[in-house]
């Protein structure tokens, strides 16, 4: 009953440096997404997929790369990581558009 | 109006104590409502899903208000455990932008013993 997993869970990166960031769902769920928060703040929206093979721009896309080839995974990349990205990293997925988002435990990625 | 506000607190209660949160909403089409807590730099977790006139779930009990555009979430004998950061959720009409949800900023609930 793994739900949603994140991977890696911690990861210092120097600025320059590329990574990319896995979410992995076992519940069959359409849409995926990909959110930031930073200390104090509330979540936003990076990118989000509607299904496989799709992906669509949030909030704060800029200096982030998604892609969605297989339904249960959505990868997040960063080309050239820069210390603004520090942050917390959720994924979430959910079956349909009525239905609430299950979230993964989060990766913590700090760039210095 | 911000399309989904809360009060950010924090709310410092006693033990026992019976607290209430409300969350306000600008697009009266929208769908889907929902409570989640956040405990400090973990992710939200599902407290509660509110479909249509409200639910209660043991301690909980969650409300929705379409007329006046608004969802509140009530606990009663609060417990150390429920200090946390409660969110507000919306889930957008159908049509552009249904696929994103709306969180609010959460509003912050400490229990004091």
């Known amino acids: 009953n793994a739900g949603v997993t994140q991977t890696p869970k911690f990861r210092v990166l120097k600025t320059g440096q590329s990574m990319t960031l896995l979410c992995a769902q076992d519940?069959?769920?359409?849409?995926m997404y990909w959110y930031r928060q930073d200390p104090g703040m509330g979540l936003r929206l990076i990118h989000y997929?509607?299904?496989?093979?799709?992906?669509a721009k949030g909030e704060v896309p800029d200096g982030y790369n998604v892609s969605r080839l297989k339904k249960q995974n959505f990868l997040l990349g960063l080309e050239s990581a820069a210390p603004s990205q520090t942050s917390v990293y959720f994924c979430?997925?959910?079956?349909?558009?009525?239905?609430?988002?299950?979230f993964g435990d989060g990766t913590r990625l700090s760039i210095l | 109006r911000k399309e989904v506000e809360q009060d950010p607190g924090p709310f410092n209660v006693p033990e026992g104590a019976t607290v209430a949160f409300n969350c306000t909403y600008s697009?009266?089409?929208?769908?889907?409502f929902f409570w989640y807590r956040q405990d400090c730099r973990k992710e939200p977790k599902l407290l509660m899903s509110?479909?249509?006139s409200g639910n209660e779930d043991g301690r909980f009990t969650a409300q929705l208000n379409r007329a006046s555009q608004y969802i509140s979430l009530l606990i009663r004998d609060s417990k150390l455990s429920d200090s946390a950061t409660y969110l507000c959720?919306?889930?957008?009409?159908?049509?552009?932008?249904?696929?994103?949800?709306?969180f609010g900023k959460g509003t912050k609930l400490s229990v004091i013993p």
């Open positions: 979430a997925s959910r079956d349909r558009v009525e239905q609430p988002q299950h």
């Open positions: 519940m069959n769920h359409e849409y």
């Open positions: 997929s509607v299904g496989e093979g799709t992906t």
């Open positions: 697009n009266s089409a929208s769908q889907s």
């Open positions: 509110v479909y249509s």
């Open positions: 959720v919306v889930t957008p009409p159908p049509g552009a932008g249904s696929y994103q949800l709306t």
